[in-house]
């Protein structure tokens, strides 16, 4: 079965540009020209992935992000005109999981298309769940629980969890782990995987601020302290 792509953006050309290449390659596509179009188009459609520009009229992106990450875990890559490393932050934050910056060629746009939507096929092939330090992960049903309480992370930082639960003391650099989420080869953004580590943090801690679990190296990376 063809996986579905939502493509929110207000300008109908770049609309039309995205959907004509990635329909060619195999993909079902559903439009939205804002972030209100997009949350029904979303809650109608159910897509398994997400194209949103930032930048547009009415509902941005920002305040997509914000809502429908309440809904949903469903992936999302960000587009961005802008180059400043706060909006890419400030997206990441917000439950983005990658991000193309404008201009883009449609090719590097169907690699992380196709990055994203692997990663999740083969974190949820997996069924060996992941028992450590009071934390438990079941890659099938993408389920994670602190204790008995079910948390909501986003794919990104599920996956991220579950590459370093794999292997307890195991200190993963930066790079490692953006190949990780990835799972391709290009000019990557290292300072995601901070983002996406201080909001894993958020969620499974005690306290973020203190973390029991998830450790930083220094100069290195991060690794998973099982705790008893």
Do not use: C, W
């Given at each position: 079965?063809?996986?579905?792509?939502?493509?929110?953006?207000?300008?109908?050309?770049?609309?039309?540009?995205?959907?004509?290449?990635?329909?060619?390659?195999?993909?079902?596509?559903?439009?939205?020209?804002?972030?209100?179009?997009?949350?029904?188009?979303?809650?109608?459609?159910?897509?398994?992935?997400?194209?949103?520009?930032?930048?547009?009229?009415?509902?941005?992106?920002?305040?997509?992000?914000?809502?429908?990450?309440?809904?949903?875990?469903?992936?999302?890559?960000?587009?961005?005109?802008?180059?400043?490393?706060?909006?890419?932050?400030?997206?990441?934050?917000?439950?983005?999981?990658d991000y193309v910056t404008k201009p883009f060629?449609?090719?590097?746009?169907?690699?992380?298309?196709?990055?994203?939507?692997?990663?999740?096929?083969?974190?949820?092939?997996?069924?060996?769940?992941?028992?450590?330090?009071?934390?438990?992960?079941?890659?099938?049903?993408?389920?994670?629980?602190?204790?008995?309480?079910?948390?909501?992370?986003?794919?990104?930082?599920?996956?991220?969890?579950?590459?370093?639960?794999?292997?307890?003391?195991?200190?993963?650099?930066?790079?490692?782990?953006?190949?990780?989420?990835?799972?391709?080869?290009?000019?990557?953004?290292?300072?995601?995987?901070?983002?996406?580590?201080?909001?894993?943090?958020?969620?499974?801690?005690?306290?973020?601020?203190?973390?029991?679990?998830?450790?930083?190296?220094?100069?290195?990376?991060?690794?998973?302290?099982?705790?008893?």
């Amino acid at each position: 079965m063809s996986k579905k792509i939502l493509i929110v953006d207000d300008n109908p050309q770049l609309r039309t540009m995205i959907k004509s290449y990635l329909s060619q390659e195999g993909f079902e596509i559903a439009t939205a020209a804002d972030g209100q179009e997009a949350l029904f188009v979303a809650r109608r459609e159910r897509p398994n992935l997400i194209i949103l520009d930032l930048m547009m009229p009415e509902m941005g992106g920002y305040e997509f992000l914000r809502a429908y990450s309440k809904e949903s875990d469903t992936p999302v890559i960000i587009l961005t005109a802008r180059l400043e490393e706060y909006d890419k932050v400030l997206g990441l934050e917000l439950g983005a999981d990658d991000y193309v910056t404008k201009p883009f060629s449609p090719r590097e746009l169907t690699a992380r298309v196709r990055a994203v939507l692997r990663r999740l096929e083969k974190q949820s092939s997996g069924n060996e769940i992941l028992r450590a330090g009071g934390i438990t992960l079941d890659p099938e049903k993408r389920m994670v629980l602190v204790g008995d309480a079910p948390v909501n992370l986003t794919p990104s930082e599920f996956d991220l969890l579950a590459v370093l639960m794999a292997m307890p003391g195991r200190v993963y650099s930066r790079s490692e782990l953006l190949d990780h989420l990835q799972g391709t080869t290009y000019e990557g953004y290292e300072r995601s995987i901070d983002v996406h580590i201080r909001n894993l943090r958020a969620k499974i801690e005690p306290d973020s601020a203190k973390p029991r679990y998830v450790e930083t190296v220094y100069g290195t990376g991060y690794r998973f302290v099982a705790q008893n």
